[in-house]
C-alpha cells in the first residue's frame, strides 16, 4: 500500500492519495480510485494513475509505504464489490473517496493499513 501527495507542491503537507501495489512474475499492478475524464468513480483512471507512477518513478522520496496480508481470493472479491457497488457514481472527495476505496477492499481482505502513510482520511 502506498501514498502519495494527493496534489499541490511536491513537498508541500496537506491530503495524500492511497494506491495498491504488488507484483505479478516481472510486473507491478496496481489497483487505485479517482475520478475519470466525467467526473465519475473510476479503477486506475488515466489522470490519477499517471500521477501516481510519476511520483514513484520521479519523486519516490515522496511516496509512502506500508505492507500488509491480505487472503488474495478475499481481496480480489473486495475489489469486485467495491467496483459493482461504486465505479459509474458520481465522484466525491468527501464522500467514498479513493483512501476509502482502498482501506475498505484491504480491511475485507482481513488486511491492516500500519505504518504512517501521512494523512490520508478515508471518508
Excluded: C
Excluded at 480510485?33 to 490519477?48: L, Y
Excluded at 487472503?71 to 473486495?78: L, T
Excluded at 467495491?82 to 464522500?95: A, Q, T
Amino acid at each position: 500500500i502506498g501514498s502519495r501527495p494527493l496534489s499541490g507542491p511536491i513537498g508541500q503537507g496537506g491530503a495524500r492519495h492511497l494506491f495498491t501495489r504488488w507484483k505479478e512474475g516481472n510486473k507491478y499492478k496496481y489497483w487505485e480510485m479517482g475520478p475519470n475524464s466525467k467526473e465519475k468513480i473510476a479503477i486506475n483512471p488515466r489522470d490519477t494513475h499517471k500521477r501516481t507512477r510519476i511520483f514513484i518513478s520521479k519523486h519516490s522520496d515522496q511516496v509512502k509505504w506500508t505492507k500488509t496480508n491480505v487472503n488474495s481470493v478475499e481481496w480480489q472479491r473486495a475489489k469486485d464489490q467495491y467496483e459493482k457497488n461504486w465505479v459509474g457514481k458520481e465522484y466525491r472527495w468527501w464522500y467514498k473517496n479513493s483512501n476509502y476505496a482502498v482501506s475498505d477492499t484491504i480491511e475485507n481482505a482481513g488486511g491492516e493499513i500500519e505504518g504512517d502513510l501521512g494523512f490520508s482520511p478515508g471518508f
